[in-house]
């Protein structure tokens, strides 16, 4: 069964500093794709960023970006420039296949401080 | 512009009374999900559905039932059976390998 561990309940930065948020997981898939998502304090789950196993380039978005290391199962999320809007929980995600439920890890809560 | 629409945005449930909570997508996705979330927490599953008319338990699926006669429709209700009902809701939808939306949740309260 696929698993995602977030070791990092929570985790604190300063406004316009770098943070890195970790996951790992397991899946005995070959080809898959692995999420992050934001809920900030209004709980909409907001997709942050995504990754595609197959390829080998990092993903990133703006100030947000991944290290991927399939090898090791790590999915670290990497937000440069933290703002205060970026407060909020991080939920790192696994499908297990096809349209199967995301497997979710049990979040980090960021708090950026001004 | 299409997206998932959760109703009613507060629920307030009796004793013993069964309530349901809406949600319709218009992204024309094939799978739809509930989660439940209670504070502080991450998100537990309740029921997913991949095709119309047919669903499957999650996690945490007493106390609960759910439908799915149309793609763009999957009501969730919470019976008298689940006797700590007090949580926030999220309802999703997806098409294979693509990741979830998700709807702006219903919080639900005891009375």
């Known amino acids: 069964a696929q698993t995602v561990t977030q070791s990092q309940p929570e985790m604190s930065v300063q406004e316009a500093e770098t943070v890195t948020l970790s996951c790992t997981y397991d899946?005995?898939?070959?080809?898959?794709?692995l999420f992050w998502y934001k809920q900030p304090p209004s709980r909409q789950m907001i997709l942050v960023i995504r990754q595609e196993a197959y390829k080998q380039q990092n993903a990133t978005e703006n100030r947000f970006s991944v290290n991927f290391q399939k090898a090791a199962k790590s999915f670290s999320l990497k937000i440069s420039d933290s703002q205060l809007g970026d407060t909020a929980m991080y939920f790192c995600a696994l499908p297990p296949s096809g349209n199967t439920p995301l497997v979710f890890g049990k979040g980090t809560r960021l708090s950026v401080i001004a | 512009d299409g997206g998932i629409t959760q109703s009613p945005k507060y629920l307030f449930r009796k004793e013993g009374q069964n309530v349901t909570l809406s949600c319709e997508q218009n992204?024309?996705?094939?799978?739809m999900y509930w989660y439940r979330q209670d504070p502080g927490q991450g998100l537990r599953l309740i029921y997913y559905s991949q095709i119309v008319n047919d669903f499957q338990k999650g996690d945490i699926a007493e106390g609960y039932s759910v439908s799915r006669e149309k793609k763009e429709s999957f009501p969730l209700t919470v019976t008298s059976a689940q006797k700590n009902p007090t949580a926030f809701y999220l309802c999703a939808s997806s098409m294979a390998w693509q990741p979830q939306h998700f709807g702006d949740g219903t919080r639900l309260s005891i009375l």
């Open positions: 899946t005995s898939e070959n080809n898959y794709y």
């Open positions: 992204l024309n996705h094939d799978a």
